[in-house]
């Protein structure tokens, strides 16, 4: 897995491209145990870009506890991520039927995207005050 290549596509998840750590953090853990289609991903947009560094390039910003992705850093992630041309059509073979033209290969569909965070966070905001209610009651 391509640690740099995932905390864009990480950050271009969130709005406004910034996560704070413990965010960024779970995603990437999640991300790293999520086998090896994800990984091989990651080394393909990586290889689009050799010499990448997101922070010594400006594409990733440091603040407020947190990390947020430029506006250099969404056009980067666009670069790689962009389909190349697409390929020569393939004349099928004849099979009794009229020669279909069909495609070299077939274009790979983009990553679903994360849940909606918010939701996630009221969610769990709601689970933490009913436990802390029923702590309180216990006492």
Request: charged content about 30%; proline content about 9%.
């Amino acid at each position: 897995m391509n640690f740099q290549v995932t905390v864009l596509k990480i950050l271009a998840s969130y709005p406004d491209g910034f996560a704070v750590m413990e965010d960024l953090k779970r995603d990437m853990a999640i991300l790293a145990t999520s086998g090896r289609d994800w990984a091989d991903r990651t080394r393909r947009l990586a290889a689009r870009v050799p010499d990448l560094d997101i922070f010594s390039q400006g594409l990733v910003e440091r603040i407020s506890g947190g990390w947020r992705l430029t506006f250099k850093g969404r056009e980067v992630l666009e670069l790689m991520e962009a389909r190349p041309a697409a390929p020569e059509p393939v004349q099928a073979p004849f099979v009794g039927e009229p020669p279909a033209t069909i495609l070299a290969s077939a274009p790979v569909p983009p990553l679903p995207q994360p849940a909606d965070r918010a939701r996630r966070r009221e969610r769990h905001q709601r689970r933490r005050e009913a436990r802390e209610r029923a702590r309180a009651n216990a006492s």
